[in-house]
């Protein structure tokens, strides 16, 4: 893929987004009438005390933090320090050690019984899960589905959706994302710009109402990120999904960003607007961490 | 020299029980490989430790002593099989204990990234594993499918020392009845031989069929000359999928039907 035509795709995909905003604020609503009571501003996203160990390694040491419906919070900090195993738990790709977590106000992977905390079965984690949507570093498309299917599959399995209603859905969210002409390729046929965006468009089908993003340009080429970063911003600002990003990429975190957390050995250091955390961190260590990626 | 007569009373039936036994063989090892394949995988202990018992236990079976036993020694608690089916069975049983093994390795050489995007999409267990997990496995059992496919056709020569008059049972009755033990087993050879080459067509076309159906090999349209298809976006996207995979993998050999 020549980086010509991934740019040229990219400016089809903002005129494209000006046509279908319409069609955005709809999918907007819907995701409230969707979701369940919470409405916008409300805590959405709760960790509490939750600490993750890999063997001796502790990554997340009694993290507490919160997440406000329809804001968009950039997690950065040294790799290492625990921020995509925060996406990760929250995903169910990874379970806590200690702690619990809460999205929508119900426990992730824990259920009351009887006035006691237990683990959760995968009726009850699957609920949940439902109002969680995420985009991967390697993209992870199907390569055994051809785009449409890669973005149609879940909304038919999982939503109950008709294929036609899907379709009709993954189209709008292709054009959104500027691939439209790509339905009936192989992801194997795109660009990792091309694919991250479909693996972008697949998350949204679900019309979750948190996105998590972990490193989401991380694997691409650099001419590439730019149409990748330009379909997130046109969502995070067309929409009020909220979103837990992780990335390097400094810029893009203080433009869309509500809040940043500084992350460093598995805790938060500190938070705030990202005008202050960039331009005037009170500790040393964001200092230090801002000083030497940006 | 044997003659014409011998050839189509004997031979040609001969081959016809070949391929029936090869066959049906196939079909039962297909079913436990894949039974006993997915079963080693399930979160329940007792499952694999069931279907990893019947694994052991059959790959370290004798599968020529195994149809003497289903032949003679079954009768002797009240279930007398017919002759073809003790072969078929036999065989049935032992190869798909080694085909559970390739079904299991594939499936586990899929990479992590997959599952997890099915989870990340609210998949349940059996949905990944359908929709995501053996149409990606299914294009890496074809080669070691086809290997345990032609030792199959080449062990139904067992059927042979039951009384199943398959061809090689045909064979050393044309040889009793005429001395001429040269052409005889020649014959035989080459007989197995294309049948076993028949199998290895088959099960490539298969191959070529299962990884276009995932794209690894699409078909051709557009051709070279078109302007955004063809050519110019395969190097990029290729790239960029192995490198998608490469990251993602588990850190053991991608390997087939390899050891436990």
């Known amino acids: 893929m020549s980086a010509e035509t991934d740019t040229a795709q990219t400016e089809t995909a903002r005129t494209d987004t000006a046509q279908t905003d319409t069609a955005q604020t709809e999918t907007a609503q819907t995701l409230d009438a969707v979701a369940d009571p919470p409405v916008d501003g409300s805590e959405l996203i709760r960790f509490d005390q939750v600490t993750k160990r890999f063997g001796d390694n502790t990554v997340l040491d009694r993290l507490d933090f919160s997440v406000d419906s329809g804001k968009h919070v950039t997690l950065i900090g040294p790799s290492g320090s625990g921020k995509t195993t925060i996406l990760r738990l929250l995903m169910t790709l990874a379970t806590p050690d200690e702690g619990t977590i809460k999205v929508g106000g119900a426990y992730l992977t824990h259920e009351e019984r009887g006035g006691k905390l237990v683990r959760a079965g995968e009726k009850h984690v699957r609920e949940v899960r439902k109002n969680i949507g995420m985009v991967f570093q390697q993209f992870n498309l199907f390569p055994n589905m051809k785009v449409l299917r890669n973005i149609t599959e879940a909304p038919v399995t999982v939503l109950g959706l008709s294929k036609d209603e899907a379709e009709e859905r993954a189209r709008e969210l292709l054009e959104l994302v500027g691939l439209r002409e790509h339905v009936d390729k192989y992801p194997g046929q795109l660009s990792g710009g091309q694919q991250q965006r479909v ?96 | ?220 349209r557009g051709g070279v000359g078109t302007k955004s298809g063809g050519v110019g976006t395969k190097p990029g996207g290729v790239g960029a999928r192995s490198g998608a995979r490469g990251e993602s993998l588990p850190a053991g050999p991608r390997s087939v039907g390899g050891g436990r």
């Open chain 1, 199 to 294: 693996a972008i468009a697949r998350a949204l089908a679900m019309r979750p109402r948190v996105l998590l993003l972990d490193e989401v340009t991380s694997a691409l080429d650099p001419e590439l990120v730019v149409g990748v970063l330009d379909v997130l911003r046109d969502i995070a600002r067309s929409t009020d999904i909220t979103m837990l990003c992780v990335t390097h990429e400094m810029n893009f975190a203080r433009d869309i960003s509500d809040q940043v957390l500084m992350f460093d050995s598995g805790r938060v250091i500190e938070s705030g607007p990202p005008q202050k955390i960039f331009s005037d961190p009170e500790q040393e260590r964001t200092r230090e961490f801002l000083g030497a990626v940006l």
């Open chain 2, 1 to 220: 020299m044997m003659s014409s007569e011998f050839f189509t009373t004997w031979f040609l039936p001969g081959i016809w029980i070949t391929v029936q036994v090869t066959v049906c063989a196939a079909a039962l090892g297909a079913v436990i490989a894949f039974g006993t394949g997915l079963a080693r995988g399930s979160r329940l202990w007792i499952v694999r430790f069931v279907a990893g018992a019947y694994f052991e236990v059959f790959r370290g079976m004798s599968a020529l002593v195994l149809m003497f036993w289903m032949f003679f020694a079954l009768p002797l608690f009240g279930w007398q099989l017919e002759p073809l089916w003790a072969g078929v069975s036999a065989l049935g049983l032992t190869y798909g204990a080694y085909g559970s093994e390739i079904v299991r390795g594939s499936l586990a050489a899929v990479p992590a990234a997959q599952k997890e995007a099915g989870i990340a999409l609210d998949f349940t267990r059996w949905q990944r594993l359908r929709l995501i997990e053996l149409p990606q496995a299914w294009p890496e059992m074809m080669p070691p499918f086809n290997n345990l496919l032609i030792e199959l056709l080449k062990g139904t020569a067992l059927v042979s020392v039951i009384t199943v008059a398959d061809m090689t049972f045909a064979g050393n009755l044309l040889r009793l009845g005429t001395n001429e033990t040269t052409p005889v087993y020649t014959l035989l050879l080459v007989l197995y031989f294309v049948l076993a080459f028949v199998i290895t067509r088959g099960m490539r076309m298969l191959e070529r069929r299962a990884k276009a159906g995932i794209g690894e090999r699409p078909e051709k």
